[in-house]
């Protein structure tokens, strides 16, 4: 059962990530303030749901929501900032973009550098705990997915459509036989150690 809120008296954004372990593709984020009485029987860790509850509760999400926001960093951001603080980053450029300003941030997992004014709470798996962090990274996710569909007709023999850019077998077989394009992330290793990616 996702809890509502970690302090009643608080306007509290949570915040979430998605496309951290992917090979390909930004990094996504997003800050959503749900109302204290919002539920829906659905709304749990995106990973929990399937693509089609996730794309129905999306605007859901952004209609009832006090406030939401989306942002995403490219890949060069993450070869040179590191994929952690990257999404750090994608996160603190979702907080700046909401409507209203939330007195308290709930971050899901237990690394996070201070949002100017703004006091945090890391909260390890915090998508299957609370709901404003779980409607984040259900926002996160699709948006994330709906970007990766439209990268893949660019790039069809990556099969990003399917994968979104997460390391499977025929991924890295793509990468292997065509080679690693602009929007693969330099920093990581895209092929098994001793095989070099040719980059487009």
């Known amino acids: 059962m996702l809890l509502p809120f970690l302090h009643e008296h608080e306007t509290e954004a949570g915040c979430d990530e998605a496309g951290r372990g992917c090979l390909a593709g930004p990094v996504f984020a997003a800050a959503v303030i749900l109302p204290k009485d919002f539920s829906h029987p659905w709304l749990n860790d995106s990973k929990q749901l399937t693509e089609s509850q996730r794309n129905e509760l999306r605007p859901i999400i952004e209609r009832e929501s006090l406030a939401w926001a989306v942002a995403k960093l490219e890949p060069q951001e993450i070869d040179k900032l590191n994929i952690l603080w990257a999404s750090v980053r994608a996160m603190h450029l979702a907080i700046q973009q909401l409507t209203i300003q939330p007195s ?97």
Request: charged share 20%.
């Open 104 to 200: 308290s941030l709930l971050i899901d997992g237990n690394r996070f550098k201070p949002f100017p004014g703004i006091p945090h709470h890391c909260i390890v798996k915090g998508d299957g705990k609370f709901m404003s962090i779980a409607a984040a990274s259900i926002l996160a996710k699709t948006y994330r997915d709906e970007h990766m569909a439209v990268l893949s007709k660019k790039y069809p023999a990556y099969n990003w459509e399917q994968n979104k850019g997460y390391p499977t077998i025929a991924h890295r077989e793509a990468i292997r036989q065509h080679g690693a394009t602009p929007h693969h992330r330099k920093s990581f290793q895209l092929l098994p150690l001793g095989e070099q990616a040719v980059l487009f």
